[in-house]
């Protein structure tokens, strides 16, 4: 392997992961790394919302420390990163590499990716690919009709079925829209198409100098935007909701229930409305892979290390009937697709640590042989892909700020358990060994008494470890 491999890192934004159906095998761009490389089967979200968690893979920190605790500054969080931050990409260019950034940014609402110094392509904030003008390039230079969709079922806006939402001035309904759309003509207008594309460029184009390319889609977060020959392309599989979805959330968090009634007025959707849905998000998955999978394409393989995962999960059609995200911290949002291929990688195999997007940045370093002297949160996940049995640590904390209201949480991993604490005292300990689906919150039962503490302590711990002391009320963990 080269002492300077290229580094193709790429994020979907908001995928379907833990709860997709057991044994649905369709998902292109995963089913080819899992061949040619290490899927991490127990990755986690470092915080389940799109701005503290692309902070966290941009500065190897958790969202306590860099400071972007929720999207847009929330509940006194900062707005944005900033020339002060460092940022993987800085020790990068340091060490000859050119660095380039494709699509979806969404960690300072007044500058891009571009501002801080990246190449390519990239807008402030959340941002609109469809309004701008490299996306009409596109358009133009592939012979591609401006994009126009028709709403199948109406997320928050309510819009009627069949109602048309023409893709190049909807800048309004795109990024807040949970609901389903279909995307009339080529699936190729679909911004994952675009995005691609210009990641594609880039790379043709480029030197023998090492690059550094991370290209983010702003799919699959719905709204579910579904082409041809996408839409309806699991007709004849059968695609069934999740097992949380008729819970009644018994011993959840208050929030849960409210979370779950408010997309029951806002969708008014049936089961069989949910469940199709539910389908469309995996379709909308299947869409966006396919759409980066000629990336794989362009590049030396041997000299690469690519990298695949995601944001955060997708709730849709889990927990009670919710779709999106709001402040859970449930397997369904936190669990996320991790895999690697490409430079000093084996084939075909699988990893079951507890990893998160925290352990990418001080992974990439290593594999670059790059030493930086500052503090990182996660750890390098080399001696784990070279060695299954290398030392790792023995459990995870993962944060949760909320979402639109303020609902600060923490999550704690070690071996088959999952424990999730609130300031207000209230627990939820789960054994995803033999409940995945988080139906039984053990925390109340007598005879887990002694687990749920021995957690809280493993938890506190952590947090005193790398100083998430100072904004979290939560009282004695080890209590």
Known sequence: MNSTPNILWIVSDHQIHASKPPGLDVFPLQNRLSRLGIEFSRACSVLPVCSPARAS??????PHAHGLTENDGRFGGRQGL?????????????AGYRCGWFGKWHVDNQRSAIDYGFEGFSMPGYGYPYASAAYRG???????PDPVARIEIAGESGMACASEVRLLEATQWFDYESGVARLDGPAQTHEAFFIADQACRWIEELDEQPFFARVDTWGPHPPYLLAEPFHGMLDDHTIELPANFASQLEL?????????????????????????????ALEHVILVETALCPLLERIDLDNTLVIFTSDHGDAVGTNGGVANKGGLMVEATMRIPLLMAGAGVSEAETRDQLVSQLDLVPTIMEICGIDIERPLHGSSLAPIIEDDSAS??????????????PIQQRAWYQEH????????GLRELYNL???????ENLATQARYRDQLHYLQRQLAQAMAKVG???????GDLGA
């Open 138 to 144: 596109y358009l133009q230079c592939h012979g591609l």
């Open 417 to 424: 358990w999952k424990l999730v604490v609130q300031p207000d």
């Open 82 to 94: 900033d020339d002060s931050d460092w940022m993987i990409h800085h020790a990068l260019r340091g």
């Open 392 to 405: 790792w640590r023995r459990g995870l904390m993962t944060q949760h700020y909320g979402l639109h209201q």
């Open 57 to 62: 893979m941009l500065t190897g920190l958790y």
């Open 252 to 280: 959840r968090p208050q929030h849960h229930g409210d979370y779950r009634d408010y997309w029951t007025a806002a969708l008014g959707l049936d089961d069989e409305g949910w469940r199709r849905m539910y389908q469309r």
């Open 433 to 439: 060994a033999r409940d995945s689906s988080e139906l």
């Open 468 to 474: 998430d002391d100072r904004l979290l009320p939560f």
